[in-house]
């Protein structure tokens, strides 16, 4: 009698947009028999799109319907509340994910932040942006920490979306952001804000911003205000050597520096070629020194910044630093410090067996949501050439039983798809009556209150 062969059973770690692409393209092979279980941290899925990208984009948000669509499918299991990691950090390791999965796909991002490491980084006042956004977007983690928005100038180091983001968020008027899934108690702070203007300044030029066009070009809509641009910041550009986008943007910032839109009560400077050197003040930032460079280009055509010599002080109580994320380590996997990512081959981790990366851990902080689907979509590739060469086998074993079993014991306060259900439905639910997409839940207990109680009663 023929023995049924086993499903192949992967453990996906981090719920974000790679982890949900790597989950969808397992499940979307017809002829495989596959069964993902998808460990998250925290109580709630979606990662990035919940905690990362901004309220007031709701359209980028939409994605998560895409999410929940995978996640509705038998094959697929949700754990939340789940810390994988060594001894006391975590409720599971990483060697019993091995032992009881085929393959685990590690989806976990980059939860740090980069630093200037100039004097006076250190001074209260002088804050992550990556903290900023995870307090305003109510990731449990950062819900405590306090914002003093009582100066009027804030300034915003780094010149990519994540600058925008905060940029805008500070300078949105209090009634568009009530519209928005902003985390309430950021919603409290911001409507009692005294900043009049948020100085965003890039290390290089104009041509060299990070940015991406519609997220420059929308400023004076959500602001309610014009943008300052100097112009002679973005005359005299050789616009042959810039990329598309470059150039685009580039347009964008000539019309704000012609334009004489007022400004409205809050609104943005863009400043060019000024890095950060100091920050100054009597137990808490109130100067920013910038120097000022020149640009230099390679016979690459890359364009460098260099020191002047020349410096600037600007009055602030506020500096953002938002000069990019950083990967954090994993217990016994490889590590490259210097990029903060996971070495790995097209998505195979060097040096391990049926261990595998996607999104931010893998290539770095780089790229809008899309673009991770296609980068999951290389790594299951490769997983799936891994089974076919007979490199990853099928243990002979379902977990679907014991693993449950297992967790509960780890954690009781797990929180399954159902829970999360629960939490979705009640965050929806409080949004309504206020036209807002939900009321975020931003403590873990409030979380597991609704997760756990409700699940338990319905039993
Ligand atoms: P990013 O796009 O890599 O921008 C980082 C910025 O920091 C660059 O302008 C960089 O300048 C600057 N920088 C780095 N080190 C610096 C230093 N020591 N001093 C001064 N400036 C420094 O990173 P991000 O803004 O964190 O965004 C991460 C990714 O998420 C990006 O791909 C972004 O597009 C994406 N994202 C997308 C959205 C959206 O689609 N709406 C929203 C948020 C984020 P140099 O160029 O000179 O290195």
New binding site residues.
Partial sequence: MAVAEAPLTVAIIGSGPSGFYAAGALLDNPDLDVRVDMFERLATPWGLVRF???PD?PK?KSVSSVYAKIAAQESFRFFGNVEVGGGISGDITRDELTERYDAVIYAVGTQGD?K?GIPGEELPGSVAAVDFVGWYNGHPDYADLTFDLSCERAVV???????L?VARILCSPHDRLAKTDIADHALEVLRDSKITEVLVV???GAG???F?TP?LKELPEYTESGVDVAPEQVADIDEDSLSKVAKRNLGVMRVYADSDTEYGQRHITLRFQR??VELRGDGRVEELVLGHNELRTAEDGWVS?HDTGARETVRTGLVLR????KGIAIDGLPFDERRGVIPNELGRVVGAEREYVVGWIKRG????IGTNRKDSVETVTQLLADLASGKLRRHDRDGSVDIEDWLAERQPDLVTEQGWQLIDAAERTAGEPHGRPRVKLCRTDALLDIALNRTRADV
């Fill in positions: 990362g990208v901004a984009h980028i980069r200037l180091i780094g010149n990519g979306n994540v600058a983001d890039g290390r290089r060299q911003a990070a991406t997220e890095s950060p910044a938002a000069v990019g994320y902080p780089t790229g809008i």
